[in-house]
């Protein structure tokens, strides 16, 4: 059983940032697919970004791509999302995932396809 703990989230202006960091124990997450998925008030939750588990391929949404950078750090057992150039937009609550799957980004946008979950962490970005 992994446990995935969320932090760095928080409030911030237009244009500004925040890593996001999520930590995994109980087991490797190596083993693991990893994903950030984000849900807003009444909006059904999203994949924003993906990686696989030696951090050798990643995926995007197209609202984030260009602005936002998924890594990994096998070693710390941490994920990481870097935000950059925050828009309103991406108010959201923030949760990382793991995934016991091949890498297979058509399968891993689908929220069941990842097993383990954290309890998520708030960005608000606003003026």
């Known amino acids: 059983q992994v446990q995935l703990v969320e932090s760095g989230g928080g409030l911030v202006q237009p244009g500004g940032s925040l890593r996001l960091s999520c930590a995994a124990s109980?087991?490797?997450?190596?083993?693991?697919?990893m994903g950030w998925f984000r849900q807003a008030p009444g909006e059904e939750r999203e994949l924003a970004a993906a990686?696989?588990?030696?951090?050798?391929?990643?995926y995007y949404a197209d609202s984030v791509k260009g602005r936002f950078t998924i890594s990994r750090d096998n070693a710390k057992n941490t994920v990481y999302l870097q935000l950059n150039s925050l828009e309103p937009g991406d108010t959201a609550v923030y949760y990382c995932?793991?995934?016991?799957?091949?890498?297979?980004?058509?399968?891993?946008?689908?929220?069941?396809?990842?097993?383990?979950w954290g309890q998520g962490t708030q960005v608000t970005v606003s003026s």
């Open positions: 995932a793991a995934a016991n799957r091949v890498w297979s980004p058509g399968v891993l946008v689908s929220p069941p396809a990842y097993a383990y």
């Open positions: 109980g087991g490797s997450s190596s083993s693991y697919v």
């Open positions: 990686i696989s588990r030696r951090g050798i391929n990643t």
